[in-house]
């Protein structure tokens, strides 16, 4: 399926932040896991600060789903946005954890202590975001041709790509929040069967994903002829 032009600023937007994540994964998995951020060394720290604008990313582009677009999709899409909701509120007070502990580890050095904490909020962090990832570009990014009118679709996809959305004024409001949200009707999943449980996605690795994720790139590519956005 051809993405639209929103979906594909999105799926953009994806694979940025799956970059990002594979990048946190092999940091706190990879060689260097037992070895804290030194924030006196040049490379650690530009990777700490790549860390924290990363994390604001993720928070905007939530909430821009959440405040922006969500509200503009037809009703039978609504057990769709709602569950989707329901996966931000679980990231979003994560993320600004480990936003504030990198911030921290800045500003003030890292311990044993504080680099342990990090690695596990980090750890849950990309797990939660990989299983996002995977269902947002199913459920979503593919299917907003169908979801939105070509003039909205497109109106949204400028403002998105320049920045303009709006989305980041509510953004720490969306991710903090504590507010119950309403479950799906019926316990109902995302493939519309209301008796059976909920499956947690199946997860897989960093580097299978990206790897789809950049087929899809591939296959959704424009000509060169000519830019995405007019």
């Given at each position: 399926m051809e993405l639209s032009e929103l979906g594909r600023v999105l799926h953009e937007q994806h694979f940025r932040i799956l970059v990002s994540i594979c990048g946190l994964e092999n940091r706190v998995t990879g060689p260097e896991a037992e070895r804290p951020f030194d924030a006196t060394n040049p490379e650690d720290r530009a990777q700490l600060q790549r860390l924290v604008s990363e994390i604001d990313e993720i928070i905007d582009h939530n909430a821009f789903e959440e405040v922006i677009l969500f509200p503009l999709l037809a009703d039978d899409s609504n057990e769709m946005a709602i569950h989707l909701t329901h996966e931000h509120v679980e990231i979003g007070p994560k993320a600004l954890d480990l936003r504030t502990l990198a911030a921290g580890f800045l500003a003030s050095g890292c311990d044993q202590d504080a680099w342990q904490a990090f690695k596990e909020h980090a750890?849950?962090?990309?797990?939660?975001?990989?299983?996002?990832?995977?269902?947002?570009?199913?459920?979503?990014?593919?299917?907003?041709?169908?979801?939105?009118?070509?003039?909205?679709?497109?109106?949204?996809?400028?403002?998105?790509?320049?920045?303009?959305?709006?989305?980041?004024?509510?953004?720490?409001?969306?991710?903090d929040r504590q507010d119950a949200l309403p479950e799906p009707a019926g316990g109902a999943t995302l493939n519309g069967d209301r008796d059976s449980p909920r499956v947690a996605p199946r997860r897989i690795c960093a580097y299978d994903l990206a790897q789809r994720m950049t087929a899809r790139r591939r296959s959704t590519a424009l000509p060169r002829s000519g830019p995405v956005l007019r």
């Open positions: 750890i849950e962090l990309v797990r939660l975001m990989m299983q996002h990832l995977q269902q947002e570009e199913a459920s979503l990014v593919q299917q907003l041709g169908g979801m939105l009118d070509p003039e909205t679709d497109l109106r949204l996809a400028r403002e998105r790509a320049a920045g303009r959305s709006g989305a980041s004024v509510a953004a720490t409001e969306c991710c």
